[in-house]
C-alpha cells in the first residue's frame, strides 16, 4: 500500500522555539493532505486540510498562525508549531489520501513535548 | 455538520465470542464511512469503508442509512482483535474504542 512518512518521530523543544513537523508521501502524489492532533487516550482531532498550492482550510478553533501549514510540493507537508508552548504538547499525525481512491494513509505521528 | 459517535469507550470479550463496535453518524449529505484500526505501537491502518462491502480480518460493517449506523461486526473474536477502532465519517473520526480480546 502507499505509504506516509513522517519526520521527526519525535521532538523535545523549548518554550517559545517553533517546531517544524513533516509529511511525506513517499510513492504517490498527494494533492490534500490531513492534519490531526491526537491528545493521550483520545481521538484524533482535525486540525487542516492541506492543499498543494492555495492555502489550508483549518477547523474551527484552530489558531492558523500558531499552526502554519504549507503544502509546497505534491509530496510534502509541512505543520509549524509557532512560538510552542506546553500545552501545545501533543500527538500530531497527517493522511493523505491515494489519488482515485477515498483510503487515507496515515503517518506514523510525531510526538511534540514542548519544556 | 458532520458528526460521529461510538458510544463504547472500552469494550471486552472472550476470545471466540462475537463483538460489535458501534458507530453512529450524522452528516446531511451522503457519507463515506470507514473503519480504522490502531495495533499497539502501529500507526493508523484502514479495516473497512462502507462502499467496499467486503470482509476484511473476519470483520463487517453495514452502512444503515435508516438508522445513520455503521457497526462493526465479527461473529468470532479472537485475541489478535485487540486495538483500538476508530470509526471515520470522511475524514472525521469518532472518539475509538479499546477492544479487548481475553483469551
Known sequence: ?115 | AQRVTQPEKLLSVFKGAPVELKCNYSYSGSPELFWYVQYSRQRLQLLLRHISRESIKGFTADLNKGETSFHLKKPFAQEEDSAMYYCALNVRFGAGTRLTVKP
Open chain 1, 1 to 115: 500500500g502507499a505509504v506516509v512518512s513522517q519526520h521527526p518521530s519525535w521532538v523535545i523543544c523549548k518554550s517559545g522555539t517553533s517546531v517544524k513537523i513533516e509529511c511525506r508521501s513517499l510513492d504517490f502524489q498527494a494533492t490534500t493532505m490531513f492534519w490531526y492532533r491526537q491528545f493521550p487516550k483520545q481521538s484524533l482531532m482535525l486540525m487542516a486540510t492541506s492543499n498543494e498550492g492555495s492555502k489550508a482550510t483549518y477547523e474551527q478553533g484552530v489558531e492558523k498562525d500558531k499552526f502554519l501549514i504549507n503544502h509546497a510540493s505534491l509530496t510534502l507537508s509541512t505543520l509549524t508549531v509557532t512560538s510552542a508552548h506546553p500545552e501545545d504538547s501533543s500527538f500530531y499525525i497527517c493522511s493523505a489520501p491515494q489519488p482515485g481512491g477515498t483510503e487515507a494513509f496515515f503517518g506514523q505521528g510525531t510526538r511534540l513535548t514542548v519544556v
